[in-house]
């Protein structure tokens, strides 16, 4: 039989026993949950900007935009991509450095409400590589449109734990040279264009002020022949044998005067009453097609048979539309425009 003593020390260790393990239990520590209100996991949680936390990962962006650093992101949707040719799938095989280049461009820096600001063109904000976007607000009817760099935002100030989301249409271009000549000798798709430029003394002028250029592609160049008389662009030679002040002219024509992203040429055709704007030779240019398509609206010249649209590459889906820099904008167009 069992004494009183050793019953009741044996009650006091099992009772013991239980609180130890209570407490043990009670004081484990407990995983905090995840808070996944950041950007770059709002990015990853959503099957709709799928392609776009694709090119954060690729680019090595992700990570910051899961901080507790403020940021305002620009998150193009995933139709917004396949219009560029981008599908989701691994990106591996593309330049890391064209991705590097649109990955920064979405990101800004700092709190940036779109909805609170005023209306206007071509609001400059800076992006995480150091160079700006613009922002541009306008009525149409009783809604307000916002556009970064010519594209559309469909959603404004998405708020997120660590900062806002401005979800797009379409993908904003990336600025990355300071001056439009800068953006001409650079890439040799203009080679042609910019040797005309050169050639009548306007390059220079391509590094002041504020101008929008539209640019034939040296394909369409090699295949014009002559295109006034005197006026020949299909190679070097032909350039160096054209006459300068005609070249001036022509060249003129195909540079308008400030920053216009398409759908600032737009709105001010159909603000001009004869759905015309004004280029730099003083001559116009009547414009058509819709705003809100994509690259949807033509150009085209007093003597053009038909109407210019924005250069396509057959079998690619490269955007030659808004192109901005630190001066301007740049449109690659398929046919050269006559006055």
């Known amino acids: 039989m069992m004494s009183l003593h050793r019953y009741t020390m044996l009650l006091f260790s099992l009772l013991l026993t239980a609180c ?4 043990d239990k009670d004081d484990a520590p407990v995983a905090a949950p995840q808070d996944r209100s950041g950007i770059g996991y709002v990015m990853e949680d959503n099957f709709n900007y799928s392609v776009t936390k694709l090119v954060l990962d690729y680019t090595g962006q992700s990570d910051r935009l899961k901080s507790d650093t403020v940021f305002t992101f620009l998150a193009p949707d995933n139709a917004a991509w396949f219009r560029q040719g981008i599908l989701p799938r691994p990106i591996v095989t593309e330049s890391n450095e064209w991705y590097l280049n649109m990955a920064r461009n979405l990101i800004l820096p700092g709190s940036h409400s779109l909805r609170a600001m005023p209306l206007g063109d071509n609001q400059p904000l800076t992006n995480a590589a150091g ?3 613009y922002v541009s607000r306008y009525k149409t009817g009783n809604d307000t449109i916002t556009r970064v760099n010519g594209a559309k935002v469909s959603l404004t100030d ?3 734990g660590n900062g806002l989301i401005q979800s797009m249409e379409d993908v904003p271009m990336a600025e990355t040279k300071p001056t439009l000549a800068d953006m001409l000798l650079n890439d040799t798709a203009y080679t042609l ?3 005309a430029l050169q050639r009548c003394g306007l390059l220079e002028s391509l590094k002041t002020g504020e101008h929008t250029v539209l640019a034939p592609h040296n394909a369409v160049l090699r295949a014009a022949g002559t295109i006034q008389p005197g006026i020949n662009l299909s190679t070097a030679a032909d ?3 054209s006459d300068p002040q005609a070249l001036a002219a022509l060249m003129k024509y195909h ?4 920053r216009q992203f398409l759908d600032a040429i737009h709105r001010s055709a159909a603000a001009s009453g004869d759905a015309s704007i004004i280029t730099e030779n003083g001559a116009r240019i009547t414009i058509a097609g819709n705003i809100d398509g994509y690259n949807s609206i033509s150009f085209r010249g007093v003597q053009n048979a038909s109407a210019a649209v924005i250069y396509t590459v057959r079998g690619l889906v490269i955007n030659f539309a808004n192109l901005p820099s630190g001066n301007g ?3 690659c167009i398929n046919q050269v425009l006559i006055p």
């Open 20 to 23: 130890l393990q209570g407490c």
């Open 158 to 160: 998405l708020k997120a």
């Open 131 to 133: 160079f700006k976007i």
């Open 193 to 195: 264009f910019t040797q």
């Open 239 to 241: 350039i160096l044998a």
């Open 329 to 331: 904008v740049l449109h």
């Open 255 to 258: 540079i308008l005067p400030g």
